[in-house]
């Protein structure tokens, strides 16, 4: 028996991925010396690649994981939920940001931490995860690109020989350790946890609700299970997300109790390329750039505007598709263009769409590419204050556990600390409130 048919043998047959026990993952590093420091390791895991390539071998999603039985579950809980349990008592200077040079920090400007766990990413991602997996990054391709890609996809595999392979699959090399391989090896376009978008929903009492960049349907979902949420107007130019986003809609509409929701799709030549669902709800998302929306049929009586635009050209989205043209990152080739036809105009438009006593909400930390950094938080709010003088009101920390690269902090420092990625939070007009006005400072500041 040779390297090609030990692969053959150990190929499982529902996911067809190989997978290994210890038992029979040892003596088949002694058989051909492939182990850790084998002469042949390169050949083993080049072998185990072509198997991957040859027989186009569909890329290790979280099948046993990600179920729609699990998805429904999450979905149904997380309506249930109430939001101010992710409201964190964080002392405001024991919260750690990306940047210690930012002009207006967390602990001058800090309003409250959100700490959601990513359990209920399970419930948008079921839908979206292959769209999310051929996402790239401006210094690494997607992980699907690196699935068709012999060369590399033989050197990712060296994972098998490190210690996660093995406790993530339980002690064993199986699909969980597949999956492991790119979470940890490779660039992961990351999510938007749906919990936070609920509690945005509820501290700005939103019934009306703006997003200009729809992502992966994360805002999307904690729109839907929002209860007192009523109408979600959104927007992305790629058409495959679009496509997916009806998808998306016609089934929380069936687990919130709509069997046959009303979805009309606007896409002739004459039309606004669009779609709407009316049932428990209305959505209204745009296969459109944010920048082109048509901002003046849209009214300015929107309760929350939140997103999470593109950072400027850290992740290409829709790269390689008929919608890659019309993506930020690939419209506005430096940091200045994309600054100054899109992210401002946008966050201006949205801040313009609301009503009296609005909040406009954008998450971003300032892009970093190729070493440099853009200072775009600090540009945007600038120029909001500038024009809308006291609009800007704070920010809100979103919790993140995994490490971060934070600029000038060791990592013994940040063990003890609360790392967040910033949203930054305006309000429109006189009308105010206070957002956490039901939280009392006790359940901030300890």
Known sequence: MGMKEDVLAHVDPYNKLPTFTREQWEPIMDRYDCGKDGENKDEWLGVIADYIIDNDIEFPKKKTIQTSELATKKFHQLCK????????NVEQDNVLEKYDDYRRPYSQYGLGVLDCHPVYNVISDYYMNDLRMECGYHAAPSPMALWKDKEKLTRLLKFFYRTPAW????????????ISMFRLGSYM???????VAKTIYHITKAKKILDTSSGWGDRLTGFYCTPHAEEYVGTDPNTAAWERYIILCENYEKLLGCTNPEITVYDKDDDIKRFTCV?????VIFNLPAEDLPWHSLGTDFDCSFTSPPYFATERYAEGTESEDQQSWKKYGNYELWRDKFFIPVSEASYKALGNGGHFLCNILDPTVKGKRYYASDEMIDYMEEKYPGCFI????????????????????FSSKCYIENVWT????????DLFETVSLDKFFG
């Open 279 to 283: 049932g428990k709800k209305k959505v």
């Open 81 to 88: 939920a109430a939001h101010d349990q992710w409201i964190s």
């Open 394 to 413: 704070g920010q809100i920390g979103m919790k993140f556990t995994r490490r971060a690269n934070v600029s000038q902090k060791t990592d013994e420092e």
């Open 426 to 433: 305006f309000r429109k007009g006189e009308k105010k409130f």
């Open 167 to 178: 406790q993530d699959g339980g002690g064993n090399i199986n699909d969980k350790s597949w």
């Open 189 to 195: 376009a990351t999510q938007f946890k749906p919990p």
